[in-house]
């Protein structure tokens, strides 16, 4: 089945610096990445999504680039702010087939003021 | 507000009892998963089902069962509780039958002592 790696564990930043969080998959069949924020004691919240025929997606300050060769997936966030302090997941998933999605461990980012 | 709901919000029960727990998906949402969020093996896909069938399949124990109802919702049953089943249950709706585009319910922390 599918495995996703994701690095690193922890992630501390500089209020205004960048956070880039990355992901590794296992099944080159997969084809749809999102991304889940999951705030202390919430839900996991979906803040973008990708599907392998693209190759990078922005949403104001977050951006996920997929590099399909090297089965990896990564997660910028630009000018970070306090409010961004969270852990972050990235899935994988084949669609159509299983509809599984398998997460990565998180990160957990802090941004410091 | 992901537009997802879930009962009971907590839940303490003993060792070799039985729980259910309720989801319901978004308005006209016709898939509901199912994860278990637990600190060891983080986010694990259980189940989705898809305008009352059973869609897809991942680490779902034997022990437990789920079903979906004619007005979508969803119910997940826990049985023989063991003390290793103590975690966050998650569910999420999707419009799709895929496993793209799925907004997460607030959870339900289950405690089995």
């Known amino acids: 089945g599918e495995n996703v790696e994701q690095h690193p564990s922890t992630l501390s930043v500089q209020e205004g610096d960048s956070a880039v969080i990355k992901c590794t998959y296992s099944?080159?069949?997969?084809?749809?990445f999102p991304w889940y924020k999951q705030e202390l004691g919430k839900r996991p919240q979906l803040i973008i999504d990708?599907?392998?025929?693209?190759g990078e997606k922005k949403d104001q300050r977050i951006a996920v680039t997929l590099n399909k060769t090297a089965k990896h997936f990564s997660l910028h966030i630009t000018e970070t702010q306090p409010e961004d302090s969270a852990v972050y997941f990235c899935?994988?998933?084949?669609?159509?087939?299983?509809?599984?999605?398998?997460f990565g461990t998180g990160t957990q980012l802090k941004v410091e003021l | 507000d992901s537009g997802v709901t879930q009962t009971p919000k907590h839940l303490i029960t003993a060792t070799g009892q039985r729980v259910t727990l309720r989801c319901s998906p978004r308005?006209?949402?016709?898939?509901v998963y199912w994860y278990q969020q637990s600190l060891d093996q983080g986010l694990q896909f259980l189940i989705q089902?898809?305008?009352?069938?059973?869609?897809a399949k991942g680490n779902i124990l034997e022990r437990f069962s789920a079903q979906q109802f004619p007005d979508l919702h969803s119910e997940l049953n826990l049985s023989s509780l063991e003390l290793g089943d103590s975690a966050l249950y998650f569910c999420?709706?999707?419009?799709?039958?895929?496993?793209?585009?799925?907004?997460f319910g607030p959870g339900t922390r289950l405690t089995v002592t």
């Open positions: 999420a709706s999707s419009s799709k039958g895929t496993a793209e585009g799925q907004y």
């Open positions: 099944d080159s069949a997969s084809n749809y």
């Open positions: 990708i599907r392998s025929n693209v």
């Open positions: 899935a994988a998933s084949l669609t159509g087939g299983g509809n599984k999605l398998t």
């Open positions: 308005s006209g949402d016709l898939s």
């Open positions: 089902y898809y305008n009352g069938e059973e869609r």
